[in-house]
């Protein structure tokens, strides 16, 4: 079972930048497929950016193109999302994903293991 802890996370004004890490337990890591969804107060989890089990494949939600890399190194069982140009609608709580496949469709109910999230709030 893999367990994901998330750090990186802060404040930080319009434009600026954030390195959100998860170090991921477990053998299974490199064999999994990683994603980083966030999550504004109630309203639903939703997709940030994936990457397959090699890092040859990604996704990333239409709202983060351009400005978001995922990147990851099975060598130390880390994932990463390197944020730039951040905006005040990305302040959310940054949550760490990791199943067998996920893409850009996949909800977040059918995600089998989290992180504990991290907060990050851009001022504008």
């Known amino acids: 079972q893999l367990q994901l802890v998330e750090s990186g996370g802060g404040l930080v004004q319009a434009g600026g930048s954030l390195r959100l890490s998860c170090v991921v337990s477990g053998r299974a890591f490199s064999a999994s497929a990683m994603g980083w969804y966030r999550q504004v107060r109630q309203l639903d989890r939703e997709f940030v950016a994936s990457?397959?089990?090699?890092?040859?494949?990604?996704y990333y939600a239409d709202s983060v193109k351009g400005r978001f890399t995922i990147s990851r190194d099975n060598t130390k069982n880390t994932v990463f999302l390197q944020m730039n140009s951040l905006k005040p609608e990305d302040t959310a709580v940054y949550y760490c994903?990791?199943?067998?496949?996920?893409?850009?469709?996949?909800?977040?109910?059918?995600?089998?293991?989290w992180g504990q999230g991290t907060q990050v709030t851009v001022s504008s």
């Open positions: 994903a990791a199943d067998h496949r996920i893409t850009d469709n996949t909800r977040a109910t059918a995600i089998s293991a």
């Open positions: 990457i397959n089990w090699s890092g040859e494949t990604t």
